[in-house]
């Protein structure tokens, strides 16, 4: 451009023209145009950040807003103990470590209690669903020390074993020679004086066929010994189709649908729910989590089977269970109000707590304040009885 020709219209001839990307006419590049549009960029990428964080924020604090709402108001004083409550106790009852003195103890610690049921772990199961007879010499010793000691309580083998659903190792239900195995098992510790069968295999999957024919064969055999059959199960989707998400994501699917939840239901006599490690940072939050989970389990159980709502007795931090959280005495509370706003004269609803040889005494006074003693059970029946602490439940009579 040569002298005396009129500059670009809107600037100097020496400036960039924003359109053609051309430099100074000096050489020098001026760079206030693209600066400003790396603002333009830096703050599109700002308000997207913020779209992204507000889309994963609004949902938990609205989850936690909503649990926390689950854990106020009034469980009420008929949701107390039904008298059939049940509790996990490690494998030294059975393999010879525990003594006389110390079933004495026992004895008298859940003599006062709702406790009716105790899972006895005398497993685990191998892979192909035998047992070694090895792994409970002491069971006579036990059963007939609990029937002496406390006759109204029943105590079940509690067996389970690791599934091959997220790894290679494992039990492997769909193979008909492990179901006969496990099935014999099953005859194998009703004959050594077991007095039920509680079984907790993990991971399992929601809608897993193969579990389910085998909790009809094992139904057939506890109803022909008059006997009966318990589970622990996971967790209720707290979402519609959760476990799905997390399958794909993790996967570990974790939960099981509410409709699976009630088909199994619907094949024992008890249901425990494994209501623990659920990654709950308060104790507030971690109570309505229980309160909702009752909610749905009591949706989905028959009014016939018992259904356990589990109580972690075990002090421990780690990835899914925080201590100062996940507490016995959130986990009663959060139970009673489920319970109260589902089905309060609901008389198959008991506690399981989980487990004997980590329970500290404060675990125990939760318990049993939050809950109360056989004598404390109220419900449909005391309402309106004229008496301040109701009726004692009659002992149940069979599964």
């Known amino acids: 451009m040569g002298l005396g020709t009129a500059p670009p219209q809107g600037g100097r001839e020496d400036e960039e023209d924003p359109a053609s990307g051309e ?6 590049r001026d760079d206030r145009f693209p600066r400003r549009w790396r603002h333009r960029r830096l703050r599109t990428a700002r308000w997207i950040a913020l779209g992204l964080a507000a889309l994963l924020l609004v949902p938990v604090l609205s989850a936690a807003v909503y649990l926390r709402f689950s854990f106020a108001g009034d469980p009420g004083e008929y949701t107390r103990t039904r008298g059939r409550d049940a509790i996990w106790i490690g494998h030294a009852w059975v393999d010879g470590r525990k003594t006389d003195a110390d079933l004495d103890a026992f004895a008298a610690q859940i003599e006062d209690t709702g406790l009716r049921d105790v899972y006895v772990h005398t497993g685990p199961l191998e892979h192909d669903g035998t047992l070694p007879a090895s792994l409970y010499p002491k069971a006579g010793w036990l059963v007939a020390g609990m029937r002496e000691r406390l006759p109204r309580v029943r105590v079940q083998a509690w067996l389970g074993d690791v599934l091959a659903t997220e790894t290679p190792e494992g039990m492997r239900l769909s193979e008909a020679s492990t179901r006969t195995a496990f099935l014999a098992s099953a005859r194998q510790v009703l004959d050594a004086g077991f007095g039920g069968l509680h079984y907790d295999l993990e991971p399992l999957h929601s809608g897993d066929e193969d579990y ?11 109803a022909e010994r008059h006997v009966p059959l318990s589970v622990a199960a996971h967790q209720i989707d707290p979402l519609p189709a959760l476990h799905s998400v997390m399958g794909a994501v993790s996967g570990h699917p974790k939960y099981w649908t509410q409709e699976f939840f009630g088909q199994v239901a619907r094949r024992v006599d008890q249901i425990a729910v494994m209501s623990y490690d659920t990654a709950m940072p308060l104790e507030s939050l971690y109570g309505g989590y229980v309160a909702e989970q009752t909610e749905l389990a009591l949706e989905a159980t028959p009014p016939g089977t018992d259904l356990l709502m589990g109580l972690p007795f075990y002090h421990e931090d780690k990835w899914g269970h925080r201590e100062a959280a996940e507490t016995a005495r959130a ?32 675990d125990w006074r939760a318990y049993r304040e ?17 008496s301040g602490s109701g009726p004692k439940w009659p002992a149940p009579a069979g599964p």
């Open 23 to 28: 430099g100074r006419g000096d050489g020098r």
């Open 331 to 362: 986990a009663v509370r959060g139970a009673r109000l489920g319970l109260g706003r589902t089905d309060r004269d609901r008389r198959h609803f008991g506690l399981a707590l989980y487990v004997d040889f980590a329970a500290e005494p404060g």
């Open 370 to 386: 939050g809950w109360g003693g056989g004598a404390r059970a109220s419900g449909p029946a005391a309402r309106g009885s004229g």
């Open 212 to 222: 389910l024919a085998l909790l009809d064969g094992l139904r057939a055999l506890t």
